[in-house]
Every structure is written in structure tokens, then in C-alpha cells.
Nanobody
Framework: QVQLVESGGGLVQAGGSLRLSCVAS????????MGWFRQAPGKEREFVAV????????VYADSVKGRFTISRENAKNAVYLQMNSLKPEDTAVYFC?????????????????WGQGTQVTVSS
């Protein structure tokens, strides 16, 4: 049984930082691409960042470049999202996702497994 469990969300003031974590079980973690997506109230889910399996190639959404950093720790089956200089528009539920092919992808359809999400709220 595959499980993805996110943690680290919370309430932070604009300009602050949060670090999200996602721990996976039930998959061959090192070869899966791992992505972060988010969904704000009344909006569609959007891609945030992805790190590929094997070589760890990284892609970011333009809206978070220079502020967010994705990383992975294969020994712990974990992927992280360090979020700095947070803005109110970053407020959303953040989801971790795992895709069975190694290449990075920005489309949600390319991912096989999803976590339950963690709420991030940035106050102005």
C-alpha cells in the first residue's frame, strides 16, 4: 500500500519561511519523481516543483523560482519543500505526489500517488 504523508504546514506572516516534508512508503522511492502541487480555495490545482528520480533534475513553477527549494533524501524516502519569502498568494493546501517514471513532469496526470495535503496560510 502506497502512502504519502505531508507535514510542516502552518500559519506564517508574509516574508516568513516554512519547510514542508513528505515521507513515502510502499514505492521504490529513489526512482520515482516527486512533486509538490498546491490548490488555493476556488482555484485549480497548480504545479509548484518537481525533483526527478535518479539524477534529481529539478523544475520549478515561475511563481516560486528563487523562493522555494525542493530536495529529496532517498535514504529516508523523503522529499522536502523549503519555502522562503512567503507571500499571501502562496496560501493553499500543498500536496506531495509521486510519479512512477523518473523524468520530471509538471502535469498532475503524470503522477500516480498523492498525499492528503497540508495547509499553508500566509498572512499579510
Amino acid at each position: 500500500q502506497v502512502q504519502l504523508v505531508e507535514s510542516g504546514g502552518g500559519l506564517v506572516q508574509a516574508g516568513g519561511s516554512l519547510r514542508l516534508s513528505c515521507v513515502a512508503s510502499g514505492i521504490d522511492f529513489s526512482i520515482f519523481k516527486m512533486g509538490w502541487f498546491r490548490q488555493a480555495p476556488g482555484k485549480e490545482r497548480e504545479f509548484v516543483a518537481v525533483i526527478s528520480g535518479y539524477y534529481g533534475r529539478i523544475v520549478y513553477a515561475d511563481s516560486v523560482k528563487g523562493r522555494f527549494t525542493i530536495s529529496r533524501e532517498n535514504a529516508k524516502n523523503a522529499v522536502y519543500l523549503q519555502m522562503n519569502s512567503l507571500k499571501p498568494e502562496d496560501t493553499a493546501v500543498y500536496f506531495c505526489a509521486a510519479g512512477a517514471t523518473t523524468a520530471p513532469a509538471t502535469q498532475g496526470e503524470r503522477y500516480n500517488h498523492w498525499g492528503q495535503g497540508t495547509q499553508v496560510t500566509v498572512s499579510s
